[in-house]
């Protein structure tokens, strides 16, 4: 993955939602383009709060190298 690619993705409009799948395992679902900056060969992620998620990570922002992005799910179901 890189750095254009996701920067397309964030740039694209309408916006769609996405799913990003991480080596770790860690997933990160970007549902707005501001939640999500390409920097150079990393992405800066704000993790939303929310019930759901790690508790560690709630509020918090992740900074992940972009080659670490194992694939990307395109439009998640929003029901």
Not at 3 to 14: A, F, G, I
Not at 51 to 68: D, M
């Amino acid at each position: 993955m890189g750095p254009k690619d996701l920067d397309d993705l964030l740039n694209k409009r309408p916006f769609r939602s996405f799913r990003i799948h991480m080596t770790n395992g860690l997933v990160f679902d970007i549902r707005h383009p501001d939640q999500c900056t390409v920097t150079g060969y990393s992405a800066r992620i704000v993790v939303p709060k929310g019930p759901l998620l790690a508790e560690e990570l709630r509020g918090k922002t992740v900074i992940c190298s972009l080659v670490h992005i194992t694939h990307i799910v395109i439009e998640l179901d929003e029901s």
